[in-house]
Each structure stands twice: as C-alpha cells, then as structure tokens.
C-alpha cells in the first residue's frame, strides 16, 4: 500500500469519529469529562478534589478552581520523581518542556489517553486535509510539528523528559507513513550545528521537485530559509550539486536552480511546482507575516493551523470553514469572559472574545492556558475560534512566547528605563530600549548583550534564534525615552516620576515608532 493510501486508511475512522461528534457537541463534551474524572478518581489530585462526587459540570467547577500552571506543578515535579498516582491514573510516557511566564519552564506530562486525544484529532484534520485539497495526495511534505529545542533528561524511572519526538504523537504505523513522504531525513531533527541543519534542510528542499505540503509552526520558519537562500545561494545550490548528508549529488537540479535562486523575486512556483499547501500559523502574532508569505507563494493555499500547545489541541482547522473549529473530542473545554463567568462550548456567542480553559486527559484539570478565542459563526454544529493573543502580557512572533514576568525577573530592578518591544521589519527580532542619557553606546551593546543571555533561557526564544528566525536583540538609544512613551500611552498623570512603562510592549508598530523617536 502506498504511504498516502496508509494514511488515510488511518485518519479516516478519526474524520469519522469527530463528525460524529460535532452532531452533538455538548454530550461529547460531557462524556469526555466523564470520562476524565471516572479514571482519575483515586488519583491524589482526584481524591483531594472529590472527584468520586462529581455528577455535573457544575459540581466539577464547584470542586476545581480554575488554575494556572503553578498549581499544578508541585504535582508534575512528584511525578518526574517517578511517583505514580499522583494526577492521573496512567504511568506517564514523556514530559514535554515549554516556555514558562517565568524563568522555570513548564514540565507537561503525556500519558497514552493524552497523546490519544492529541492523535484523534491531529488525524482528524491530516483526513480532512488530504480529502480537500487537491495534489497534496501526489507529492511529498515537509513536516515540521514540534520545534526541537535540545537535549532532554530521563527520570530516575527512565521516562524521557522533553523534547517529546514528533513520532509519539502519530504512532508507528502513521510514524511509518510520514517518513516515507517526508522529503527531510529523521536524523536532521537530531542535528545540533545550526549551519549544518539549515545547508541540510535547504538542499532537501531545493531537491524535492515533488514537494506538495509545508507543515510548519511559524510562518518566520520559513521566511528566514528563504532569506537564507537569498543571501547565500552559492553555499546551497554548492550542497545540491555535490550531495550531502542523505542526500545523492544532483548537479542538474542545481545547475537549473542557479539561473532563478538569489534573483530578487525568488519564483517559488518554479522551484516548487507541485506545493498545494502550507500549513502554518495565521492568527494573533503571526498574522502580520502571512501576508509577505503568501506573496512569496502566490500559487499556493496557505491554511492557518489550530490552537494546540504542549499541553492541550483546542482547535483543527477544517475545510470550509474560515476559522478552526473546537477540536470536541480531545479534552473537556470552558471559555471565561471578561467577567469571569465560565461557558461551555454551546453557551458561547459570536463575536465574543473569550479565555480557553482546558481538562485534559493528561492531567490538567480546569488549567487556564492563558489564550483567547474570538468567536466566529459555527461550523458543522461546533465553534468556530480565532486565536488572538495571550491574556498575560506576552510577546510570540515565531513561537517564543516572551513574557513580562519572565523579563521582570532580569531587568525589573534595574533602575533605569529599559523596554523589550517586537520588531517584525525587515527582520524579526527585539529591541532593547535605553535612555541615551543613562546609556552610552558601549554601555547599550554590553546591556543588550546581558539581556540577550537572559532572553536565551526561554528554550523556545534560543531555538528561534538559533535557527535565524530571530535576529539578535537591538539596543536602541533615545532621548527621553520616558516622556515619549507617556505621550504615546496618552497617560496625563502629574507624577511622571513614579510611572514606568511596562518592561515588554507588544505593539506591532514599533518600527515606525522608534524610527520616529530617533529623528528627533
């Protein structure tokens, strides 16, 4: 059997299953948590909340407050220590790191009904992809789920602790398929010289005549490769030519490749002409970046990805709608508005934004993820959710996830005025905001440089920068940077003294601003 024909023989009963589903959305809600609560009971997290006594959706919210990561994490770090029983039932298989709000990253177990929930519907939009978008089905892919970000540790137990490899996801079967259309090797997502994965990764690319599907997280991923190419052409046409690494020497390609690579306006539908899709992120902080993408590949469909996270799938995309739709059948899912009330998934409005709380099979029990949804018309009976940032002050332009608490803890008794903001122009990366007066021009390089160690601590921001889809962090210097940021806020306080700005500012528009600044 051929590996697309395999993989749809695999995804299709998980289509089905979530169709099925979405007939009836709040009674698959409720039986997932039913289900959730019935075989963690004698857990110690499900003893301590009485989980045996819970009936309704509102006894579970009466007995389990919403909570952040923090209250969970004395019970994950048990459970590193190999201790079982502690918040589900199930020996876990692998811990999962993600970026944290503060220094500490987060450790999220995953137990076979936890990677079970992420697989129902990561093959539930693979089917439904596959099925609607015409040539996908006649080409390879390049597959990029997780970001790597290193080396993991093991338990005392031997249980992995992060990064979780893509495959445990899929399972061997799918896991089979996937290899077999990718046009990557397994064994670059081991590399760790940076140079070398990015010569690797170009030449497969430039090699894949076939290619049909991109399946990355940020759509900076892939800008950054281009500029890459752009601004080096030689090095990777060079690899191309002569072989590499799982790669055979292909000198007509390249010799073909060398009269369009480093024109200005690089003809991906020449180099690509079988692409059908790239998948990718398109919402919130990404989206001011789908636009040059889409002009980049203007032959090409570019379908925004869902909200998943290390620890839950919220949403999927699926064809025919014009925003993911709640991935009903992979966790327990309530919305709090602004107010703090909690709603299910039929009690939402349109037009409503709304904050994602998640129950999961792999633990987490009414855990605020810190996302919001806006709300948009329903699709085939379930909601339709647009990701549109982060409750918290946070800053993601290609999956980093830079917070304010994070940044607090280097800069916030600093004493001076100091100001990380995004820049998505010409390339993405941060600036480092100073006070001229309080800083010279060396002073502002050895500052940006401390800051830049500290920012490298968040495991998500050292792996964008790692692989070039973030520039270094910029010092910037100007003149009474306070009085102009009161001017911009529109704050009219008469004690200027005591107010300082918020250490991260997540503005979109801080190329023009600083530019502006500086001319005066």
């Known amino acids: 059997m051929k590996p697309w024909e395999q993989l749809l023989k695999l995804t299709a009963p998980h289509l089905a299953e ?16 039913e289900q959730i609560l019935k075989t963690n009971t004698n857990t110690r997290f499900g003893l301590e909340h009485g989980f045996a006594d819970i009936k309704t959706v509102d006894q579970f919210r009466a007995k389990v407050p919403v909570a952040d990561y923090e209250r969970f994490r004395p019970y994950v770090e048990d459970m590193v220590k190999d201790k079982s ?65 290193g080396k993991g540790n093991f338990t005392p137990g031997g249980i992995p602790v992060g990064p979780v490899s893509d495959g445990v996801f899929f399972g061997p079967e799918a896991g089979a398929s996937l290899q077999a259309l990718s046009c990557i090797p397994a064994d670059l997502a081991l590399e760790e010289n940076n140079e070398i ?32 190419l752009q601004q080096n052409p030689e090095r990777y046409l060079k690899a191309l030519h002569d072989g590499l690494s799982g790669l055979s020497a292909n000198p007509a390609r390249s010799r073909f490749l060398e009269k369009h690579v480093g024109q200005e306006d690089l003809d991906t539908g020449l180099i690509w002409p079988q692409l059908a899709v ?25 379908e925004g990805k869902g909200l998943m996270s290390t620890e839950a799938i919220v949403t999927i995309p699926m064809s025919g709608s014009g925003y993911p739709v709640l991935a009903v059948n992979s966790g327990f899912y309530e919305f709090l508005d602004v107010g703090g009330g909690a709603f299910v998934c039929n009690e939402l409005s ?79 990366c941060y600036a480092l905001v100073l006070d001229a007066d309080e800083t010279d021009f060396d002073q502002g390089i050895k500052q940006a440089g401390i800051v830049e160690k ?11 920068r790692r692989i070039g889809q973030l520039g ?49």
């Open 85 to 149: 029983g502690v918040l589900v039932a199930e020996e876990p298989v692998a811990f999962d790191l993600t970026s944290g709000s503060a220094g500490q990253s987060k450790i999220i177990p995953y137990t076979p009904s936890g990677i079970k929930a992420f697989r129902t519907a990561l093959f539930a939009w693979l089917c439904d992809l596959a099925q609607n978008q015409e040539g996908i089905t006649n080409g390879r892919f390049y597959w990029a789920l997780s970001p790597a970000t």
């Open 18 to 33: 979530f169709k099925l589903a979405a007939r009836d959305p709040f009674g698959t809600q409720v039986n997932v948590l």
């Open 350 to 428: 349109p037009g409503e934004t709304y904050r994602v709380v998640v129950t999961t099979p792999g633990g987490l029990y009414r855990y605020d993820t810190g996302d919001q949804v806006l709300v948009h018309q329903a699709f085939g009976g379930l909601p339709s959710l647009e990701f549109v940032g982060r409750v918290d002050n946070v800053s993601d332009l290609c999956g980093e996830k830079l917070s304010e608490t994070f940044l607090q803890e280097y800069l916030g008794e600093s004493g001076m005025f100091v100001m990380v903001v995004p820049l998505a122009i010409p390339h993405p």
């Open 278 to 302: 790239i998948s990718t992120w398109t919402d919130a902080g990404a989206k001011r970046f789908v636009r040059p993408l889409q002009e980049q590949f203007s032959h090409v469909t570019i």
């Open 197 to 228: 994965w990015r010569t690797r990764t170009l030449g497969h690319l430039l090699n894949a005549t076939d290619l049909s599907l991109l399946s990355i997280w940020s759509p900076t991923f892939l800008i950054a490769l281009l500029e890459q």
């Open 454 to 464: 500290a920012l490298n601590a968040n495991p998500h921001y050292a792996h964008a």
């Open 472 to 520: 270094k962090l910029l010092p910037v210097r100007i003149k009474q940077p306070l009085q102009r940021y009161l001017e911009l806020a529109g704050l009219t306080s008469p004690r200027l003294g005591s107010i300082k700005p918020s250490l991260l500012n997540v503005r979109d528009d801080w190329h023009s601003i600083l530019k502006n600044w500086e001319s005066k």
